[in-house]
């Protein structure tokens, strides 16, 4: 799979994302929540950071807590100087910008899952995509969380981790695209098995597979993506395996190169997933078990299907080792990395379709005629000249 980056002598990856002409001096600017209260979100950022090197790749600013981030700090008993911000304008290069968005006391309590401690992810959550929406920053990296419930401003229950398609637009439906170093792979439900019936439709899986391919083209600047779609029973020939056949056959006609649908333990342990630049799987078990068993690479979670670049890692609050140096900060790097390529790849797939050349020819006429190149007529002196 091509990640589009280049080896750092430490062996690390960096990306190097081409600027328009003018502005190689500007750095990326990336918006990092800061996740769960009790969770290991500043102990990844105070180690990422550490490293002189991410500040060339890019300007951070956390959305976060002073209070909380002073308080992991002490624990971690590590020193991590960092500028506080009321605005991402005010942000500096060279430096991690703390912007204040949760200023109220809360009780940090490592290792525990508690009511509260969700509540700074989704303050940062919310003035985040605010300000990327607005052109603030440019990409946002949302920090560790669990997969829990948060409570929106007219009371709706939403997934803390898709969040932010609430925020983007309550109305669009999520793709959560799980990436590591050997697939990408999406899901129609979020729920088990036995949770599919309630997702499993035909302008839903439509919708997720026009959605995908559009990410792949724009976002990985893949023009001619070919995506494996596993079945949903072993039996190839239940209803629901007819009904992606058919969803297959017809998105064929609008070239998306959509094929299956495989049975799931053939497709991946005869590696059939090497040939294909995405998966549409149709339940978390079925990505993920398969992901987690053939690699134990770092995997991301791309929100896919927004206006705005978005990344997370894969890896969960953590609460049970946070506060103890135990945390892996690789996920998070790894996640801006994946944020800071997509944004090179979106912008330079939206600069070339910016202005695309006209057609030399005319439509296809009300009378079925084929279309045809339009050439001036010669007049009787030129053809007496030849």
């Not at 050997?182 to 979020?190: E, G, K």
């Not at 791309?302 to 946070?322: D, N, R, Y």
């Amino acid at each position: 799979m091509d990640t589009n980056k280049t080896d750092k002598p430490d062996g690390k990856q960096q990306t190097l994302a081409a600027a328009p002409a003018g502005q190689e001096d500007i750095k990326l600017r990336v918006a990092i929540t800061q996740g769960d209260a009790n969770g290991v979100g500043f102990e990844m950022i105070f180690k990422m950071f550490a490293e002189p090197e991410m500040f060339e790749l890019c300007t951070p600013i956390v959305y976060g807590s002073p209070k909380i981030a002073s308080y992991h700090a002490k624990a971690l008993g590590v020193h991590c100087p960092y500028g506080i911000i009321n605005k991402a304008e005010d942000a500096r290069d060279n430096r991690v910008n703390l912007l204040v968005c949760f200023d109220e006391e809360i009780k940090v309590e490592f290792g525990k899952r508690t009511s509260v401690s969700p509540a700074p992810a989704t303050s940062a959550l919310t003035a985040a995509v605010h300000d990327v929406a607005a052109g603030l920053v440019d990409v946002l990296v949302s920090g560790p969380v669990d997969r829990r419930e948060t409570e929106t401003a007219d009371g709706e229950k939403v997934n803390l981790g898709d969040y932010v398609y609430y925020l983007a637009d309550k109305e669009r439906s999520t793709l959560r695209l799980f990436q590591n170093d050997i697939m990408r792979i999406a899901t129609v439900s979020d729920g088990s098995l036995t949770h599919v019936a309630a997702d499993f439709g035909k302008e839903r899986i439509e919708t997720m597979l026009r959605q995908l391919h559009a990410t792949l083209r724009r976002d990985y600047r893949l023009d001619t993506p070919r995506i494996a779609v596993l079945g949903l029973s072993l039996n190839d020939e239940c209803e629901e395996n007819k009904l992606l056949r058919e969803i297959i056959a017809r998105l064929a006609e609008e070239d998306i190169q959509a094929f299956g649908p495989y049975r799931s333990d053939n497709f991946f342990v005869h590696g059939e997933f090497e040939a294909f630049d995405a998966i549409l799987a149709m339940y978390p078990e079925q990505a993920l078990l398969p992901m987690r068993m053939l690699s134990d690479s770092i995997t991301i979670v791309v929100h896919a299907g927004l206006p705005f670049v978005c990344t997370a890692p894969l890896c969960g609050a953590q609460t049970s080792i946070a506060g103890r140096g135990k945390a892996d900060e690789a996920w998070l790097r790894q996640a801006v990395y994946a944020a800071s390529d997509m944004f090179a790849a979106r912008r330079s797939y939206d600069l070339a379709h910016a202005n695309p050349l006209k057609k030399l020819y005319k439509e296809r006429s009300d009378s079925g005629e084929k279309p045809y190149i339009t050439l001036p007529k010669k007049t009787d002196k030129e053809d007496g000249q030849q």
